[in-house]
């Protein structure tokens, strides 16, 4: 797989059409895989295995507007939504990227191998649904699909929704229902998750990584770092107002996040933030209908539009929260 | 650094009474930028305006707080004040103490707490503060009406007669409303046709008003003085330029399983057909159901005879779309579906019928040609029943009836009774009532000739059921005053039902941002001070649409809203709100976001050249058409940076009240 995109890429760049490509490259361990823009002589770093998880769709922002010529880009069918859902926010123009669809089976979350107790791990090799895990005690096995990363647990399908070519083949990896753990966090009394989500912030350290790395979050400047806001030092004063940074945050995405999962992902401190914004997916969803932003470009999301079969504000009385 | 005044009003004892106006004065001396604090015991007073423009004199002010009542009833006025001491209008702020505090506090100590913290806010507020110049944006000279039964006509008539165009939206092929089925009117007991039909005339023949009937308004744009509309206007399959009225169509269709609308269904019409003798415009109407050439392709008759050739069955729905300064809401009533009261077997019996079902009865354009017979067997009746307040004054069960009084229905049970024992010496009618209310001119003058003139029998209590048995109808009832149970075989049962708002007028309401409240009647702005205004500017009520309401309480109304239509069409511009939104361009995503919430379509986009820390180049940036802005805020809430603002309502100014309400 990955010598076929490389041997795909270098044709592409053979003639200078293009001004590069943003793919994964090896990062500074073993199994991290960091984003890089690529030239025709660097391909030879390129990687693309089953530890390419991170999401490279919001790069093309920046890298797409720097230059004159088209950029390309690698992306996996998740990626694609984000993709598409920048495009819609005129974030990057569609005509200056030559979106590469790269085949996906899930992607390996090393950290659940380390949490299912493998220790010291020197290598993984892939056997099919098994993974051969050689560690310093020795080799270990482990099946694939018990370690995939949690957003594809949520995969939204094998189809790129905006890929100009498709190599290799893809497998939809969403291990059934998605909203389950929301639903348990619905369960509770408000008293409970009021608790739950005060222990999981509290852990946070305001490292910014859900919000680097969020597609939705591509604003110029954000909030929380404008001086002129009101807000820019509150988001760190306490602990609470660290929690209101997530909360703020879930609802600046609101009907644009595409639900891809990195905000999890990147957190150093394990925090469960994609929660806050499923909680969200599934209120817009059971309110004005199914609706998965970034399906296609130019959509309009059901918080930005409006239709006289719009739920009426009561509607918060007849849910039960204006108890 | 601002030097501010802050001038805190007693309002008489409205506020001073819970409030210690003389506390709050003191501790907003300690304010940071608060040169100057007193009370005084009506702010809005000649004396009190006058302190305050020597006190900007005196200490230079850049500002003041004014802590009084709610900006909506005094802030223009201050305002005014400053401007005349030389500051700019928009550097007053409004301390709401009395309706936000000494209106829903009993205790002083609370009161005076929560003053003082109201009052900081505004000073937080003020300290950011700019001064803002107001554009102004022009007039359309022409009121859109949005039904055209004698509410509708009535304004129209009245705006027309000042001068200005009017089009008349109704959604029926004719115009004329619930007003045309009634056949006498309370308390005079004159036709209803009789009093109807000149309006009708008069408003069709009127150069300045145009009728477009057999349309709906399907959206709106714009803002009060600029709106803009776009009107389906419902392919009749006539041409109304050629069609004479002459109703050949009608008597040749063959068809005749069409309900007749106008006689509430209770006899059978035409597929082409003309709603009744008067109506306006004098065109038939295809029912596209029930017409045979749409249902197999065939018939045609009517094409055939129509020597005006005015029959299109190629005709498709037409979109019209026009500029309006001003919106009249007339959408009027209907009876509620009676179907769910099967406790009086109007389900079972053909002989129970709704109050306006046995008005057309009684006229003599009815089904019966004005006979009144059973429409069960066509026989004449002896005895009737009549059940007032059927769904209306229905607290319990708010699925089945209202929990309000439909108004009308005392006085329209009396004339129906009287007309009967007018017309019938030999009828008996008796009426089950809860109170008889007749307040209004000649009403309870009216009601007490129905009982001791024609001799009503009303008896007060509720009926508990009737039933079907044989020919007859059982009616069981209470008799409250003599405290006993009443059995009556009665041949006919009429159940005066409520009314309620028209169904359109939710999504209308939606439409044009018009509040409403949980019946679906339309809100004024104010219910004493601006009983014709809807809160969106530039939108007015006529008739039922606002509230149940007789014939001279409707023509009153409709006048009402048409000198408020007036008012506002005569003046050439309009000052616009200066609180406006802009654009930070340094921080624009050109995400498009704001301008999908912007309900007036004041957002655009351009390429813009930006130099800032973070940018460098050619980006798409939002601009706000400030003519166009009505500062709704609603793309401040929606930009996710922050880059859109409102001035006058930034939000740091927000979150400056916000922090000195907190501190």
Redesign the interface.
């Known amino acids: 797989m990955q010598e076929m995109i490389i041997n795909r890429l270098r044709e592409l760049l053979a003639d200078g059409e293009y001004a590069g490509v943003i793919g994964w490259a090896q990062g500074e361990t073993p199994f991290d895989r960091t984003p890089n823009l690529f030239n025709a002589e660097g391909l030879d770093q390129l990687r693309y295995d089953s530890f390419c998880g991170s999401n490279l769709s919001k790069y093309l922002v920046q890298q797409a507007s720097k230059t004159e010529k088209k950029i390309i880009a690698l992306l996996k069918p998740c990626d694609c939504y984000s993709f598409n859902q920048l495009c819609t926010e005129h974030r990057i123009d569609r005509n200056k990227v030559y979106v590469i669809g790269v085949g996906c089976k899930g992607k390996i979350d090393v950290e659940k191998i380390r949490k299912a107790g493998i220790k010291g791990i020197t290598g993984i090799t892939e056997d099919g649904d098994l993974l051969k895990i050689e560690t310093m005690y020795g080799e270990k096995e482990i099946s694939r699909k018990d370690v995939l990363l949690e957003k594809c647990l949520a995969c939204k399908g094998k189809e790129h929704k905006c890929a100009d070519e498709v190599l290799g083949e893809s497998e939809e990896t969403c291990s059934g229902d998605k909203y389950a753990a929301v639903r348990r966090l619905e369960a509770m009394t408000a008293e409970e998750r009021f608790e739950f989500w005060r222990g999981e912030l509290s852990k946070c350290i305001r490292c910014n990584a859900c919000r680097n790395v969020c597609p939705a979050c591509s604003c110029i400047k954000c909030v929380f770092d404008n001086p002129n806001s009101g807000v820019q030092n509150k988001a760190a004063a306490d602990d609470f107002e660290e929690s209101l940074f997530h909360i703020i945050r879930a609802y600046h995405v609101a009907g644009r996040c595409t639900d891809c999962g990195e905000c999890s992902r990147v957190c150093p401190q394990g925090i469960p933030l994609h929660l806050l914004n499923r909680r969200i997916i599934q209120d817009v969803n059971e309110l004005y209908g199914d609706y998965q932003a970034g399906e296609s470009i130019g959509q309009r999301h059901p918080l930005t539009d409006f239709t006289l079969e719009d739920e009426e504000p009561s509607v918060i009385d007849t849910r039960g929260g204006g108890k | 650094m601002q030097k501010i005044g802050v001038f805190v009003c007693w309002c008489g004892s409205n506020i001073a009474a819970t409030v210690d106006v003389k506390a709050v004065a003191q501790a907003l001396k300690n304010e940071a930028g608060v040169v100057f604090s007193t009370d005084y015991q009506y702010m809005c007073s000649e004396n009190g305006q006058a302190m305050i423009r020597q006190a900007i004199k005196e200490h230079q002010l850049t500002g003041i707080v004014v802590c009084s009542c709610s900006p909506r009833m005094h802030e223009a006025t201050f305002r005014k004040t400053a401007v005349s001491a030389g500051l700019n209008p928009y550097m007053v702020e409004i301390a709401n103490i009395r309706e936000q505090c000494s209106w829903i506090h009993k205790d002083i100590a609370e009161g005076t707490e929560k003053a003082i913290v109201l009052a900081r806010a505004a000073v937080a507020k003020l300290h950011k503060n700019a001064p803002l110049t107001a554009g102004t944006s022009p007039v359309t000279k022409r009121a859109l009406v949005i039904g055209g039964g004698i509410a509708g006509i009535q304004t129209a008539l009245d705006v027309a007669d000042a001068g200005f165009e009017v089009d008349i939206v109704e959604k029926s092929p004719t115009i004329g409303g619930r007003m045309a089925q009634l056949d006498k009117t309370f308390p005079t007991l004159d036709c209803s046709a009789c009093i109807l039909t000149p309006k009708m005339v008069e408003a069709a023949q009127h150069e300045k008003i145009n009728i477009i009937s057999y349309a709906e308004l399907e959206s709106l744009s714009g803002f009060v003085g600029n709106f803009t509309a776009t009107i389906r206007k419902k392919a009749r399959f006539i041409d109304e330029d050629k069609c004479s009225g002459c109703g050949v169509c009608t008597e040749k269709c063959p068809s005749r399983k069409g309900l007749d609308e106008f006689n509430m269904k209770l006899n059978k019409r035409g597929a082409v057909y003309i709603p009744f003798a008067q109506a306006i415009p004098n065109v038939a109407v295809i029912d596209a159901e029930q017409c045979l050439h749409f249902r197999t392709g065939k018939c045609g008759l009517c094409q055939k005879n129509c020597s005006a050739g005015a029959i299109d069955f190629e005709q498709k729905d037409q979109l019209i779309e026009r500029k309006y300064g001003a919106i009249v809401v007339a959408t009027g009533f209907k009876p509620i579906d009676a179907s769910a009261f099967n406790e009086y077997a109007y389900n079972d019996s053909p002989d129970v019928v709704t109050s306006l079902e046995f008005e057309r009865i009684m006229n003599a354009a009815g089904p019966t040609k004005g006979q009144l017979i059973r429409p069960s067997d066509l026989k004449h009746p002896h005895e009737i029943v009549v059940i007032q307040c059927v769904g209306s004054r229905c607290t319990e069960d708010k699925e089945k009836g209202k929990p309000y009084c439909s108004k009308i229905c005392c006085m329209y049970t009396a004339k129906h009774a009287m007309l009967v024992r007018e017309k019938y010496p030999d009828v008996k009618v008796h009426v089950f009532y809860i109170d008889a209310r007749t307040p209004g001119k000649n009403f309870d003058e009216f009601y007490r000739r129905a009982v001791e003139q024609y001799d009503v029998d009303y008896i007060k209590g509720m009926v508990g059921k009737v039933a079907v048995e044989g020919d007859k109808l059982h009616v069981q009832g209470s008799d409250l005053l003599n405290g006993e149970q009443v059995h009556i075989n009665a041949d006919m049962v009429v159940l005066a039902t409520a009314i309620e708002p028209d169904p359109t007028a939710r999504?209308l309401g939606?439409?044009l941002t018009a509040s409403m409240d949980t019946n679906d009647f339309f809100t004024e702005a104010h219910p004493k001070l601006r009983p014709v205004e809807s809160p969106p500017a530039g939108i007015f009520l006529s008739g039922v649409a606002q509230g149940p309401k007789d014939i001279p309480e409707t023509v009153a109304q409709a006048g009402a809203a048409a000198a408020k239509v007036i008012g506002l069409l005569c003046k050439n511009e309009l000052t616009c709100n200066a609180c406006v939104a802009q654009t930070?361009e340094?921080?624009?995503?050109?995400?498009?976001?704001c301008e999908?919430?912007c309900p007036y379509g004041a957002i655009t986009?351009e390429d813009k050249e930006i130099r800032?820390p973070?940018?460098r180049?050619i980006r798409?940036i939002a601009t706000v058409n400030e003519a166009i802005c009505q500062g709704c805020g609603a793309c401040t809430v929606?930009c996710?940076?922050?880059a859109m603002d409102l001035k006058g309502f930034t939000?740091?100014q927000i979150?400056?009240e916000v922090d000195a309400i907190c501190r």
């Open positions: 999504s939606t439409m930070n340094a921080i624009c995503n050109g995400c498009s976001q999908k919430v986009y800032s973070e940018f180049g798409r929606t996710p940076s922050g939000n740091s979150m400056s």
